[in-house]
């Protein structure tokens, strides 16, 4: 596996279900992200993480909650989501924070 | 606050073309400008980056796009499309060097063959 992944790749849940989103990365960089992409909107900012600190909680609501247990990996644990949650979750990440970012192939969640 | 406006939502071009997208963003400080493009089914890709230097940047596939302080821009050019370039176009803007990569809502292209 190259660049970035994520699974599973696409997601129907709940609203009362809980679940994960998986990220990891190839490319031996220290700062992990996750993006929402909603229909019509830009890509929204939630989490950053560098050098497996979380440095940025765009003021995302609790019923997210992200990971980052080593410099590969970050996961995105969900639970009583919402409808309008409903969107494409990426996860990027960079060789430092003021880098490019290279993206993941995103999760596509639905809740129902 | 900050952030970045891409004017043109959809473009539709015949192959041979000329391409421009536009991008400016609000800020008046450092900011390090890049532009994205997603191809219909594919993960987001840099096109290219500008962080300082000469202000015309280029890219792969051909693609260049000019910095210009005084305008807030940060214009994507093709001198030719081909119909493989039919994809959404993401311009994205990081102010002071900071992890927050702020981005446009996007130009999707519609290249004719």
């Known amino acids: 596996e190259t660049g970035v992944t994520q699974t599973p790749r696409h997601l129907v849940m709940g609203m009362t279900n809980k679940k994960s989103l998986k990220c990891e990365q190839h490319?031996?960089?220290?700062?992990m992200y996750w993006y929402k992409q909603s229909a019509k909107k830009p890509l929204e900012l939630m989490f950053v993480y560098s050098l497996e600190e979380r440095v940025e909680n765009n003021s995302v609501p609790s019923r997210f909650s992200p990971e980052c247990p080593n410099s590969s990996h970050l996961f995105l644990h969900l639970h009583t989501l919402q409808p309008e949650d409903s969107a494409l979750y990426l996860c990027a990440s960079s060789q430092r924070t003021d880098y490019e970012q290279y993206f993941g192939p995103g999760t596509r969640l639905t809740v129902t | 606050a900050q952030s970045v406006s891409q004017h043109n939502h959809h473009v539709i071009l015949s192959e041979a073309a000329s391409l421009e997208l536009g991008c400016n963003y609000s800020?008046?400080?450092?900011?390090?400008l890049f532009w994205y493009v997603q191809y219909p089914g594919q993960h987001l890709q840099l096109l290219l980056k500008y962080f300082s230097g000469d202000p015309l940047v280029k890219g792969i596939k051909g693609f260049e796009a000019e910095f210009i302080k005084s305008k807030f821009s940060f214009n994507l050019r093709k001198p030719s499309v081909q119909w493989s370039d039919t994809a959404e176009y993401f311009c994205?803007?990081?102010?002071?060097?900071?992890?927050?990569?702020?981005f446009g809502s996007g130009t999707r292209l519609l290249v004719r063959p």
């Open positions: 490319l031996g960089h220290n700062a």
């Open positions: 994205a803007a990081m102010m002071d060097s900071s992890y927050k990569l702020i």
């Open positions: 800020y008046g400080g450092t900011v390090n």
